[in-house]
């Protein structure tokens, strides 16, 4: 039996399209493809572009993956990839004002990147790439849906801090 490693995983592409009421989700493995989307009725465009990922890293099942982000997010990517995230948790989340902004969600972030090996990969948006555009689609039908749920985070920061074990000291 072989006992490389690598022959157990897989590669996984997660994709999204940003839009402030909504977090769409192209998951590609192969052939397969998984599509999701979402909203809540009031937030920011980055925090859909952090729950898109939270989204479709948390639906990945089986850990130790390699995965490649892909999104059009420079605010996502950047702070994975040059390490701002990493600087920012060493600091918890907080600033000389206050918390970092979304804070709970690069948490949630950054526990999920602990469970697969991931990269990330900035691309530009609208400029034709096949799943940035389904991400583009799913998120203009989603916008549509009525009745979304609140996001605590935007909502009520307070709670999200506590919910997620983050305090001002």
Not at 7 to 30: C, D, H, Q, W
Not at 91 to 110: H, M, P, T, Y
């Amino acid at each position: 039996m072989e006992s490389d490693w690598r022959k157990f995983r897989s590669l996984v592409t997660v994709l999204r399209e940003r839009y402030i009421a909504n977090s769409p989700m192209n998951l590609r493995s192969g052939a397969r493809e998984k599509r999701l989307s979402g909203g809540y009725r009031k937030t920011t465009n980055n925090r859909m572009e952090l729950r898109a990922v939270i989204e479709g890293l948390g639906a990945l099942k089986r850990p130790g993956l390699l995965v490649r982000v892909i999104c059009d997010s420079q605010y996502v990517a950047e702070a994975v990839t040059r390490g701002w995230l990493e600087k920012w948790a060493a600091r918890g989340f907080k600033k000389s004002d206050g918390l970092r902004e979304n804070a709970d969600l690069w948490i949630e972030i950054r526990a999920l990147l602990r469970r697969h090996s991931v990269t990330f990969q900035w691309i530009r948006g609208h400029t034709g790439h096949r799943e940035n555009e389904i991400c583009d689609g799913l998120a203009v039908k989603a916008r549509s849906v009525g009745n979304l749920s609140a996001d605590i985070g935007f909502e009520n920061p307070a709670a999200a801090f506590v919910s997620s074990g983050v305090t001002l000291l």
